[in-house]
């Protein structure tokens, strides 16, 4: 193992550990600013007959997702 090889992967190793401190620390912040300002999401202010509707209506996106994942792999597949 060349000198290169071995300063290239400290690197990455510690750039990786960066990032992920990073990323955490940025999440944890807007999980901060969200609860603070008691973020509530437009379903939960809504009428239990829209959140209904809504739920139906996520119900039926899954469905046609995982249609489309099944349809891709099958395509795939050729």
């Known amino acids: 193992m060349n000198a290169n090889r ?3 992967m400290v690197l990455r190793m510690v750039m990786r550990k960066l990032v992920n ?3 955490k620390a940025g999440l944890d ?3 901060r600013v969200a ?3 008691g ?3 437009a379903s939960d202010r809504a009428p239990n007959g829209q ?3 809504q739920q139906r209506a996520n119900r039926k996106q899954a469905r046609q997702a995982k249609q489309a994942m099944r349809a ?3 395509i ?3």
């Open 6 to 8: 071995l300063i290239n």
């Open 21 to 23: 401190r990073g990323v």
């Open 29 to 31: 912040s807007a999980h």
């Open 35 to 37: 609860s603070k300002r």
């Open 39 to 41: 973020a509530e999401t």
């Open 51 to 53: 959140k209904q509707a």
């Open 72 to 74: 891709a792999r099958r």
């Open 76 to 78: 795939g597949r050729f």
